[in-house]
């Protein structure tokens, strides 16, 4: 795995000074940007037994093969059980994998840091994404950065990074990888053969990474779904209904970046994520309280934290369109008077 050509100046200065670099870095900004790679990329280069002039992994010694295996013996990497790497269930279990990284996830490397390297040089863990961490893991894992064992790196991947403890910030130094310019993304969408590659990089808010991921199925579904809710006979309970199959993190982003359009446009005339609904949200938007619009943005903003384990994904949905429902009866009745 190597940085993406947008992160190439930033990976390079940190290779000038390998042998400096700090015991923990957090490498943060929006996710879908190639962050992991980076920090994927920046593993290899300091495990390397032969990197090249510019310091960057050979990609042929055995501390390469082995990153490449998956089994480098210096290399740990923490994230949660839904990020792993799939395994059989146990039969008859509904348990549904972490979301989160626990604190005996961090203690498991305890181990590992405080022992001398197989390799006689220096150790890695990748944390990724370090928002994961519970505070019970965050407090286990302060513990090692305020006493940071010897030739032994910390690399922090966070999309949001602002949710970390700030214990563990301040005892980061801090890389800020942002999105590629538009410019730049488009060509690399346009290689990996997306047709509409504009449309799927406002989509995705900038982040190649998650742009390229969108199918015909996303299209389909978030192009039904949009229509649904603009409508001035909205019907909340029957779009529930119809998105049952859907996850709820699909959907709640899909509204998110609705809401962030409306307000958009009533301040500014333009809109960010869904530039083929462009004339739809400003008939929407035309009738639309700005500060009511803005507080159900920030509403769907909060959602965004736990999204991801719904007590019951039905009646989540439900609460959410009939709060989305709610906003377009004021403006209805505005219209109406």
């Not at 604190?103 to 022992?115: G, L």
């Not at 800020?176 to 990996?192: N, S």
Request: with cysteine; aromatic share 8%; glycine share 6%.
């Amino acid at each position: 795995m190597m940085a993406y050509p947008w992160h190439k100046a930033r990976f390079e200065s940190l290779l000038e000074r390998k042998e400096r670099l700090p015991h923990a870095l957090l490498l943060r900004g929006t996710q879908g940007t190639g962050k992991l790679a980076f920090a994927e990329a920046l593993a290899r280069a300091l495990l390397c037994e032969r990197p090249d002039a510019g310091g960057q992994a050979c990609r042929r010694c055995a501390a390469c093969g082995w990153m490449e295996q998956g089994s480098h013996p210096d290399f740990r990497r923490l994230e949660p059980e839904a990020l792993a790497e799939p395994q059989e269930a146990e039969q008859g279990s509904a348990k549904k994998p972490s979301q989160e990284i626990k604190v005996e996830q961090v203690r498991s490397i305890d181990d590992f840091i405080n022992v001398t390297s197989h390799r006689g040089g220096a150790k890695i863990v990748l944390i990724h994404p370090a928002e994961a961490l519970n505070i019970n893991a965050a407090n286990a894992l302060l513990k090692n950065l305020e006493e940071p064992p010897p030739r032994t790196t910390f690399l922090l991947v966070a999309h949001r990074w602002h949710q970390l403890l700030p214990t563990v910030k301040s005892r980061c130094q801090h890389v800020a990888l942002p999105p590629p310019p538009a410019a730049m993304a488009q060509d690399w969408l346009k290689q990996q053969g997306l047709r509409e590659p504009e449309l799927a990089l406002a989509q995705a808010g900038g982040a190649p990474l998650l742009a390229v991921q969108f199918d015909e199925e996303y299209w389909r579904e978030r192009g039904q779904f949009l229509k649904a809710i603009a409508g001035s006979e909205f019907d909340a309970l029957g779009v529930a209904e119809r998105m049952r199959h859907q996850e709820p993190a699909l959907f709640v982003g899909w509204l998110q970046k609705w809401s962030f359009d409306l307000a958009c446009h009533k301040v500014t005339g333009a809109v960010r994520y869904n530039p083929d609904f462009a004339a739809t949200i400003a008939s929407v938007a035309a009738g639309l309280d700005l500060l009511e619009t803005l507080r159900f943005h920030r509403y769907m903003v909060r959602l965004q934290r736990s999204v991801s384990h719904p007590l019951n994904a039905r009646l989540f949905l439900e609460q959410l369109l009939l709060t989305y429902s709610a906003l377009l009866k004021r403006r209805f009745q505005q219209l109406a008077a």
